[in-house]
């Protein structure tokens, strides 16, 4: 009879938790175990669902998301045993993460053996405007996605700011991960509400690109004048690997924020002239004829390489393991451009240093 009474306790506190993934912390810590050395340096990851590694469960979580990559790259490049330090929460809005992870569990990269601090938000904030102007009817009302903007602004800088005077003293790298698009074939539909200067429906695409291209040009603009570096997922995600448009450029590499440019020119460079390269991250090409998707069938987290680990409702994990690779060619793992995790791991490693 007992049995019989646990079970649909615990059914009704699963689908509570998946009703109010804002409250799900999904926090892992895996150290990368190199053969030959006991040095060990940290690298602490602050983010939402996206570097937690979420796959639709909340009891488990990808072994190994973006920032554990990194951590196996670094394992690599510094000889040495890498902890990767993810403190995250499903579901929550750049406030959240900044009040609840960032400055609330600072202590993670606070340790003397930290090295790298990475964070990634917005994606909430993104996701939330998108889901209420869809159910706009009437007249279009932007304020929804004005407010996520305004917001991710307000939190990415106070963030960098909260990082670059907690952090300690020897990290030697402090990298922010923008946003991949998700759904962006998906939204290629017209709203159900009017715009008041034509009174016509808009495409939701149209509608939503610009607006996430604003916060991609700002979080990489404000790393620049803030000591970080920025992983440009959208460019990674969302442009091929090679060159479709015959600009001389390959895709990924054409779409990139560049250092100092304005937002007027980021902007027009990703919602026009570079529009007809941009392709939903579901199909990645990394050639002409060869693609990949980066994206789970939810259409929003990233697809992974590898086992879970509990991360959720049971607590977390503190593990270790062998690196699943000991070398790079060209500092690139075997499968670092097969799915959406194993990509933006080698994205934010990109800008790590030859010594720790």
Not at 205 to 220: E, G, T, V, W, Y
Request: charged share 15%; glycine share 8%.
């Amino acid at each position: 009879m007992r049995i019989k009474q646990l079970l649909p306790a615990l059914a009704l506190l699963t689908l509570g938790a998946q009703a109010s993934a804002s409250t799900l912390n999904q926090n892992v810590s895996w150290t990368i175990d190199r053969p030959g050395t006991t040095t060990n340096y940290r690298v602490v990851a602050y983010g939402d669902s996206i570097y937690a590694g979420y796959n639709g469960s909340t009891t488990s979580a990808a072994k190994y998301s973006a920032p554990t990559v990194e951590a196996e790259y670094l394992s690599a490049l510094w000889n040495a045993d890498i902890e990767s330090v993810r403190r995250t929460k499903s579901g929550a809005i750049a406030s959240d993460v900044y009040n609840n992870k960032i400055v609330a569990e600072r202590s993670y990269m606070q340790a003397s053996n930290t090295r790298v601090v990475t964070f990634e938000m917005c994606g909430n904030d993104g996701l939330q405007a998108r889901t209420a102007y869809k159910s706009q009817t009437g007249t279009c009302d932007d304020s929804v996605l004005i407010a996520a903007e305004n917001n991710c602004k307000t939190y990415v800088a106070a963030a960098m700011d909260y990082i670059n005077a907690n952090a300690y003293p020897g990290v030697k790298m402090k990298i922010i991960s923008n946003l991949h698009y998700p759904g962006y074939a998906a939204d290629n539909v017209q709203s159900s509400c009017k715009q008041a200067s034509t009174g016509q429906t808009v495409n939701m695409q149209d509608k939503f690109l610009p607006s996430l291209a604003r916060i991609n040009h700002m979080m990489c603009d404000m790393a620049r004048q803030k000591g970080f570096k920025c992983a440009d997922n959208f460019a990674q995600y969302m442009g091929a690997d090679y060159d479709s448009n015959g600009d001389g450029i390959v895709d990924a590499d054409a779409l990139r924020y560049v250092d100092g440019e304005s937002q007027a020119s980021y902007v027009t460079r990703i919602t026009s002239t570079l529009r007809s390269t941009l392709r939903d991250a579901n199909t990645k090409f990394v050639s002409a004829s060869s693609s990949y998707d980066y994206i789970q069938s939810d259409d929003t987290h990233p697809t992974y390489n590898g086992s879970t680990v509990t991360a959720g409702l049971f607590g977390g994990t503190t593990g270790t393991g062998a690196p699943r690779y000991t070398s790079f060619t060209s500092g690139k793992n075997p499968i670092w451009n097969q799915y959406g995790h194993e990509r933006m791991g080698w994205a934010v490693s990109t800008y790590n240093v030859p010594t720790p």
